[in-house]
């Protein structure tokens, strides 16, 4: 005859039982993004970054060694060792399906929408494999006069699901500092007409209203010189820019397209070669992706409006 436990031993086990599961459900969040609202089962430890200004961010909010791959690197010169900031490269653009479920992520963390439309990549089918995702806000759709206010709800939100809530404050209350610097810095100047060059190889690609850079040259003392333009990126023409002939000309520094390949561009081209700003120079160069919301945007910020006070 098998003997069953004393009653106070099972009325225990059962409290632990109970205590456990109660544990388990307090570690579960949910979390808004993009309008809908998410859940993760227990706090990150395997985090993937499908974008590089996306690693930037989780990085400087302290992911540290729970952060075990990245892919999509634009602007950094350096990845001969296979790894960005110490951090596995999976892939120079996008990885496969495969190979992310490969890492066994409990959270996926991308930039760009694009990340999430690759065969079953979508967020849906990720949860669906128990893995969450995050889309940082900029890259959700929704257009927002305010960039920096995303960008502090980025670092909010992730900080919170990664317990890093008092370095997601300091590196906000840091962005606040850098562009109340900017603004200072452009106080009492002259508005420049910058225009933005985002790459020559298949047209002047450049952004309209609804670009970031507008946003960042209001901040930095500037005017988008094709604020007019009722868009994101479009692609201006020669006869256009040379109407227009910007004071200024804002480069992107990208791996694919640097800046110093555009200024090769436009000093060869013999109707863009007349600019006044291709015949003195005026050229500012930033990071690819630091031309888009994340944890760089108040530094860009301040550095272009110490950039565009030189002219």
């Known amino acids: 005859m098998t003997r069953r436990p004393p009653r106070s031993y099972r009325l225990a086990k059962a409290l632990g039982v109970a205590v456990m599961l109660s544990a388990m ?3 579960a969040q949910d979390y808004r993004n993009c309008a809908q609202t998410w859940r993760l089962d227990h706090p990150p430890q395997r985090i993937l970054a499908l974008n590089q200004h996306a690693a930037d961010l989780l990085l400087a909010l302290g992911a540290g060694e729970r952060l ?15 790894s960005y900031r110490g951090v596995p490269l999976l892939s120079r653009q996008y990885p496969s399906a495969e190979a ?3 890492q066994r992520p409990d959270l996926v963390v991308a930039g760009f929408a694009s990340a999430f439309r690759l065969g079953n990549l979508s967020r849906e089918e ?5 893995v969450a995702s995050y889309l940082l806000d900029a890259g959700c759709g929704a257009w927002q006069d305010d960039l920096f206010s995303g960008v502090e709800t980025d670092l909010t939100t992730l900080g919170d699901l990664l317990g ?22 452009a106080t009492g100047r002259q508005l420049l007409d ?10 002047l690609e450049s952004q309209g209203r609804r670009g970031v850079v507008t946003r960042l040259l209001h901040v930095a003392g500037g005017r988008n010189l094709f604020e007019d333009v009722d868009l994101g990126g479009f692609t201006a023409n020669s006869e256009q820019l040379l109407a227009r002939d910007p004071d200024v000309i804002l ?8 800046a110093e390949q555009k200024i090769r561009t436009l000093r060869a081209d013999p109707v863009l070669s007349r600019l ?14 630091h031309l888009f919301p994340g944890v760089q945007s108040g530094q860009a910020a301040r550095e272009l409006a110490q950039a565009l006070s030189r002219f």
């Open 25 to 27: 459900t307090a570690s």
């Open 251 to 258: 480069l992107a520094d990208a791996l694919w397209s640097t």
């Open 126 to 130: 990720l949860a669906g494999h128990g």
């Open 276 to 289: 006044r700003a291709v015949r003195e120079g005026r050229f500012v160069a930033l990071p690819f992706t």
């Open 100 to 102: 992310v479920y490969a």
């Open 164 to 185: 890093e809530q008092e370095k997601a404050q300091e590196l906000i209350h840091r962005q606040r500092a850098e562009l109340a610097e900017a603004s200072r810095l």
């Open 194 to 203: 910058v225009f933005y060059l985002d790459s020559a190889s298949n047209g």
């Open 68 to 82: 075990i791959g990245v892919a999509y690197i634009d602007d950094d010169l350096d990845l001969t060792k296979g």
